[in-house]
């Protein structure tokens, strides 16, 4: 076909059929996808996990992009511990969780593997570090040197959460430690997107009390905005859920509620680098445990619309019931937002974030005079 005749039947082709696709899908964009999953683990906390490829399929049309990281925390199999029983969770086995680097070894291989159209859907992402360790940058750089592009961002990575961080081996980590300083430093620097997870809260803390380690997590946010970090699951976890304010004093004395503290950070201007993932079906949970929660979390998230990513947080999935399953539970959530607002949490904000990373990171490694495989 004549160059300028295929262009205009495919300009026709696409007026015709994109406005029909988008509306069905209740998306602005003509590809149809209905989320990007900003928060996905592969593989488990034994290391084991999804076939890429089979993840892939269980995408198909409906989840367009997604992040591609494991968990680095390993869980010993002790045997004076479980016997013969193989534990495959942390909250299987009193041995303790040790950083296992070699799974960006294995997520950069397994990105490898892939044609360069699979790799376009996917935003791998380096986890094999120590918090808690000064060589943990050294560990991340060395990473992106020996797999020129492949990686866009670091995380999830945890520093406090519920029963695993008792759990690490060694140190335990901390906001307020230098060698967490340095990892974000060079995340600045390099362009990597940081997905950290740090519980705002004690398990089972009392209500009416300002959260534990809020404070700490702010300080540690400021001091490091040249970075672009997302707060996973808004810092809520199996066992933090959202804060109440002590219900009877005025409102100028007792502490903030979640919404408050949230809506506190998302109009502070020393805090516009962070977003928020609400990925995790416990934190699905929490935003939709009544009416009243569906609505106020629609109406944060309809009022900063720019600031929210849809994620998954399901590890190793088997089939694609259970990889939709999070993204179905929030149905009366996307019912709530305003289309920009929908649009942007289930993957424009996704796209803006992880494509500047992808940009950044190549930059950096070329920078160095590392060019990508
Ligand atoms: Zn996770």
Do not use: C
């Not at 291989?109 to 060589?135: H, K, N, V």
């Amino acid at each position: 076909m004549h160059e300028r005749t295929f262009a205009s039947v495919l300009l026709a082709v696409l007026l015709t059929v994109a406005p029909h696709a988008a509306a069905q899908s209740g998306d602005e964009h003509a590809n149809g996808y209905e989320f990007d999953d900003s928060h996905f683990h592969l593989t488990n906390y034994v290391q084991e996990g999804t076939d890429v490829r089979d993840f892939l399929r269980i995408m198909g049309t409906r989840a367009g992009r997604s992040t591609l990281f494991g968990i680095p925390l390993q869980q010993t199999w002790s045997y004076a511990n479980s016997g013969n029983y193989a534990p495959t969770y942390y909250l299987q086995s009193d041995a303790p969780l040790y950083y296992y680097s070699f799974t960006d070894a294995y997520i950069a291989m397994t990105y490898r593997s892939l044609t360069p159209e699979q790799r376009a859907r996917f935003d791998p992402m380096i986890t094999g570090f120590d918090p808690a360790d000064m060589y943990a940058a050294a560990h991340i750089r060395r990473v992106l040197r020996t797999f020129p592009g492949v990686f866009t961002g670091i995380g999830e990575f945890t520093i406090h959460k519920e029963f695993v961080s008792s759990k690490v081996a060694g140190e335990a980590a901390s906001l307020t430690n230098p060698a967490l300083d340095s990892i974000l430093s060079f995340a600045a620097q390099s362009g990597l997107v940081v997905l950290i997870h740090n519980d705002i809260d004690m398990p089972f803390a009392k209500q009416g009390t300002e959260p534990v380690y809020l404070a700490q997590m702010k300080d540690l946010l400021r001091r490091h905005r040249d970075a672009t970090i997302i707060w996973a699951h808004m810092g809520l976890g199996r066992v933090v859920s959202p804060v109440r304010s002590g219900a009877s004093a005025p409102a100028t004395e007792r502490n903030p509620n979640f919404g408050e503290i949230v809506e506190g950070m998302l109009t502070d201007p020393s805090l516009s680098h962070v977003s928020f993932d609400i990925s995790w079906d416990e934190v699905a949970k929490y935003l939709l445990a009544t009416p009243e929660t569906t609505r106020r979390a629609a109406a944060m998230l309809n009022r900063f619309p720019d600031r929210f990513l849809f994620g998954s947080d399901v590890v190793a999935p088997r089939d694609s019931a259970q990889y939709f399953a999070v993204f179905e539970m929030y149905k009366p959530l996307w019912a709530a937002l305003t289309p920009e607002a929908s649009a942007k949490v289930r993957r424009g904000n996704y796209e803006r974030i992880f494509d500047a990373g992808r940009r950044r990171v190549r930059a950096w490694e070329q920078s160095q005079g590392l060019t990508a495989k």
